[in-house]
């Protein structure tokens, strides 16, 4: 079982950058294929990157490409999105998830993901 902990949301500005980070302990992450989510008030959980375990592959929604970057750090068992371009409608509750997966495979769907953390809040004002 690994555990994950979000961090690096906050308050920014239209325009602006922000860069989050996800620890994960408990187990090797580098076992781990890797992803960052999202949540509004009143809508569903959104996906947004996916990384491979090696951080050779990725995958990200329409909605965010162009604009975030999803990387991984293996030897620091840290994930990273760094969100650039910042707009109102990006608030919400971001989390990361993981699953134990074969070296090459990304997954893009929430129920892919076993393992979430707790979700940092991103408010980015106009």
């Known amino acids: 079982q690994v555990q994950l902990v979000e961090s690096g949301g906050g308050l920014v500005q239209a325009g602006g950058s922000l860069r989050l980070s996800c620890a994960a302990s408990?187990?090797?992450?580098?076992?781990?294929?890797m992803g960052w989510f999202r949540q509004a008030p009143g809508k569903d959980r959104e996906f947004l990157a996916g990384i491979n375990r090696s951080g050779g592959s990725t995958t990200y929604a329409n909605s965010v490409k162009g604009r975030f970057t999803i990387s991984r750090d293996n030897a620091k068992n840290t994930v990273y999105l760094q969100m650039n371009s910042l707009q109102p409608e990006d608030t919400a509750v971001y989390y990361c998830?993981?699953?134990?997966?074969?070296?090459?495979?990304?997954?893009?769907?929430?129920?892919?993901?076993?393992?979430w953390g707790q979700g940092t809040q991103v408010t980015v004002s106009s």
């Open positions: 998830a993981a699953r134990n997966a074969p070296s090459y495979s990304v997954y893009r769907t929430s129920n892919e993901y076993d393992y």
């Open positions: 408990g187990r090797t992450s580098s076992n781990y294929a």
